[in-house]
């Protein structure tokens, strides 16, 4: 991640506070974030809110690299935040 003098570090949780499969709702000013952790250690973080309708994506399924958001299964990459096709959306 590339930082300008700006830019601040926000502790919002701790890896330990994260559970597989399970997305955590963190707020970072007026931002919701949803922060969920892999298998393999990766933690993501992308905005807790589904492009399509604004669902809460921390509440959402999670399968592999990807979120399903709860309220109409759009299936979103927690990697790069992309809506998967058919669906478009960011």
Request: hydrophobic share 35%; with cysteine.
């Amino acid at each position: 991640m590339n930082q300008t003098k700006n830019d601040k570090k926000v502790l919002v949780a701790y890896v330990s506070d994260l559970s597989v499969g399970v997305g955590k709702r963190v707020k970072v000013g007026e931002e919701e974030i949803a922060l969920f952790i892999q298998n393999k250690g990766d933690v993501h973080a992308i905005q807790n809110r589904c492009p399509h309708k604004g669902g809460p994506l921390s509440e959402g399924i999670v399968s592999g690299e990807y979120v399903f958001c709860p309220l109409h299964d759009w299936k979103i990459n927690m990697e790069d935040g992309l809506v998967q096709a058919p669906d478009k959306g960011a």
